[in-house]
């Protein structure tokens, strides 16, 4: 006994060679367009300074925003140094 394989009727959607080839080609787009704005994205919005400083490693940086040395002139008790901002003198 012999198996003839028949032919799809004429109404049946067959998923072909063709399909694949298009749905593999936009994945390989989407790929190389992903990885296109990544690269476009770390030239336009660079991390924050802090970050930066942290992974430096600047003596008394903590890595954080509010914390002594986590930016320039800070001090321990989030208080100004000497010399900088408004007086409280009269």
């Not at 067959?14 to 704005?37: D, E, K, P, Q």
């Not at 986590?70 to 208080?79: F, M, S, W």
Request: glycine fraction near 18%.
């Amino acid at each position: 006994m012999t198996f003839v394989a028949a032919a799809p009727a004429a109404n049946t959607v067959v998923t072909g060679v063709l399909g694949f080839l298009v749905v593999a080609g936009m994945g390989v787009a989407l790929f190389f367009l992903l990885r296109s704005m990544n690269k476009q994205l770390r030239k336009v919005a660079p991390g924050p300074k802090w970050r930066e400083e942290a992974r430096d490693g600047v003596p008394g940086a903590t890595g954080l925003p509010g914390a002594a040395g986590g930016r320039p002139g800070a001090t321990a008790g989030g208080d100004q140094a000497p010399g900088q901002g408004a007086s409280t003198k009269p």
